[in-house]
């Protein structure tokens, strides 16, 4: 644990923050963006400001930014902390670390295996836009997620 904590404590959170900022709000701008307040020892903090999806819950953004972040890395998980608006269109966030997770393995093949279980190619999900894009994706990471909670057998 010590060998852990010393890594998230190092400059080594910041950036990886920073990675998993510039690609949240590459998917999910302009209805949302995320900015990076503080690092702290045990997480971070984050506004969000924008128009948020209507159909979608403002939760899920910021469990997004957990998923995002965990494609990048798998040193450690994250859970939501303290969540407040800030104003009409902008929220706080600190996300807290939670102890390490073992790796996953072959995330394109697992990636894979979703689409086709709902019958969709790679292709086609190269083709759609966006919006269905990042659906997809959040589907796909609650699938991991569920998969990976799972009883052995």
Same mark, same amino acid.
């Given at each position: ?28 701008? +302009? ?53 407040? +608006?800030?104003? +009409? ?19 394109d093949s697992l990636f894979r ?37 799972? +009883?052995?057998?």
């Amino acid at each position: 644990m010590a060998t852990l904590m010393a890594e998230i404590d190092s400059v080594h959170l910041k950036n990886l923050v920073l990675r998993t900022i510039d690609v949240y709000n590459k998917y999910r701008s +302009p209805e949302t963006t995320a900015k990076l307040v503080a690092v702290e020892k045990d997480g971070f903090t984050l506004d969000f400001e924008g128009s948020f999806c209507a159909t979608c819950g403002v939760r899920d953004y910021f469990e997004d930014f957990i998923y995002e972040l965990e494609t990048i890395t798998k040193t450690f998980k994250l859970e939501l902390g303290e969540t407040k +608006p800030t104003d +009409p269109q902008s929220f706080r966030v600190h996300y807290r670390i939670k102890d390490g997770f073992s790796v996953q393995v072959d995330d394109d093949s697992l990636f894979r295996e979703f689409l086709l279980e709902r019958g969709l190619s790679f292709q086609e999900f190269l083709a759609s836009n966006a919006c269905t894009k990042d659906t997809i994706m959040f589907h796909f990471r609650t699938w991991l997620y569920e998969r990976n909670q799972a +009883p052995e057998n």
